[in-house]
C-alpha cells in the first residue's frame, strides 16, 4: 500500500501557479522565482527535486497550468556553516525538547536551510516528521518543542492558540530603575521598517508581556519575560519600548550592520516551558541547561 506524499514531513516548499501564458512549469518557475537561474532548475528537476501534487518528480516539459500545485526543495549553494550547537533535552513518541543556541533559526529561510535546527533535527533523530510547535528568532536562544508524530500534532499545537502553555524567558539589559516591576506592557505590534522589523503604533493593543525584575547587577537587570501573546520580535520591542533594549540587540533600538558576532550573542533566552500534556493530562515543564552571562 503507497503512503500518500505529504511535503510538510520532507520539508519541501509548495507553490499554486499563478495566471499567465507559460508553455511549462519550468518556465513559469524561472519567471515567478527570478532570483533562481534557469540552469538552476534543470538540475533540480533532473536530481528529482521539484515535485507535482501526488509527490511524484515532475519532467522538463511538463505543460503549464493555472493552478498546479508544485513542491519544491529549497536549496541554498556554498551555505555558510553556523558554529554553534544545538541539544536535545527529551525526546519520545510525540514530542522532541530541544536548546537552540544563538544564531541557529528553527526552520529553513532565506540564507539558511541545511544549518536549522529542524534540518539538524531531522538528521539526528532520523525522523522526517518533525515539525516545530512554535518559533523563537534566530537570534533568541532557548527552548523549542516539536512534534515528533503526525497522529498527535493537532492536540500540542492547539497549547498556543488557545494559551494553555507558560512561557518564561529571561533577558539582560540596562536597569530600570524608575519603573515599578512586575509590570505589564501591552501595545499594538504591526510590521515595520525594514521588512524584518516589528514597531508599536497607536491602536488597539494585540501583544502583551508580563515583565519582572530576576536579578541586579549594577547598571545592568535580568529581566523574568512572560509573553502572553506571541508576536514577532514582541519582548524586543518590549523592553525597548520600556527603555532599555536587550544586551547585544542587533535590530532595536536601530539595526546593527555586519556579520554575526558570535561573542555577542542577544541576551535573551526562553528558559522553560510549563503546560498540561494533551494526551494524558500530565503536567509537563521543561527548562533551558544554557545560561545568560552577564
Known amino acids: 500500500m503507497s503512503v500518500p506524499f505529504d511535503p510538510a514531513q520532507h520539508q519541501a516548499s509548495t507553490v499554486c501557479l ?16 527570478k532570483a533562481i537561474s534557469r540552469e538552476q532548475w534543470l538540475d533540480r528537476i533532473a536530481r528529482g527535486r521539484v515535485l507535482d501534487a501526488q509527490g511524484a518528480p515532475i519532467d522538463v516539459g511538463l505543460a503549464y497550468k493555472p493552478g498546479l500545485r508544485i513542491h519544491y526543495f529549497r536549496e541554498v549553494p556554498n551555505e555558510k556553516p553556523i558554529p554553534v550547537q544545538e541539544h536535545i533535552l527529551h525526546v519520545d513518541e510525540h514530542l522532541v525538547v530541544a536548546d537552540k543556541p544563538h544564531f541557529l533559526p528553527v526552520t529553513p529561510t532565506g540564507e539558511y536551510v541545511e ?28 527552548l523549542v518543542l516539536f512534534s ?40 499594538r505590534l504591526v510590521n515595520g521598517e525594514p521588512f524584518f522589523r516589528m514597531q508599536e503604533v497607536p491602536g488597539v493593543s494585540n501583544s502583551e508581556t508580563i515583565a519582572r525584575v530576576l ?11 512572560s509573553p502572553v501573546t506571541g508576536k514577532t520580535h514582541q519582548l524586543r520591542v518590549h523592553m525597548t519600548a520600556l527603555g532599555a533594549s536587550i544586551c547585544n540587540d542587533p535590530f532595536y533600538p536601530q539595526i546593527v550592520q555586519g556579520p554575526d558576532d558570535y561573542a555577542r550573542p542577544l541576551k535573551l533566552l526562553a528558559h522553560n516551558l510549563r503546560f498540561n500534556d494533551p494526551l494524558d493530562g500530565q503536567e509537563r515543564y521543561f527548562e533551558s541547561r544554557l545560561t545568560l552571562d552577564w
Open 215 to 225: 536579578e541586579k547587577n549594577g547598571e545592568w537587570w535580568r529581566y523574568g519575560l
Open 148 to 187: 515528533a508524530n503526525p497522529q498527535s500534532r493537532s492536540a500540542y499545537q492547539q497549547l498556543f492558540p488557545t494559551r494553555q502553555i507558560d512561557k518564561h524567558y529571561q533577558a539582560i539589559a540596562r536597569a530600570l530603575p524608575q519603573l515599578e516591576f512586575p509590570r505589564v506592557h501591552k501595545s
Open 115 to 142: 544549518h536549522t535546527l529542524l534540518r539538524r533535527l531531522i538528521r539526528r533523530l532520523d525522523n522526517p516528521h518533525l515539525v516545530p510547535l512554535h518559533r523563537i528568532d534566530r537570534h533568541t536562544a532557548g
Open 18 to 33: 499563478p495566471p499567465g501564458s507559460w508553455a511549462t512549469v519550468l518556465d513559469c518557475l524561472c519567471d515567478h522565482f
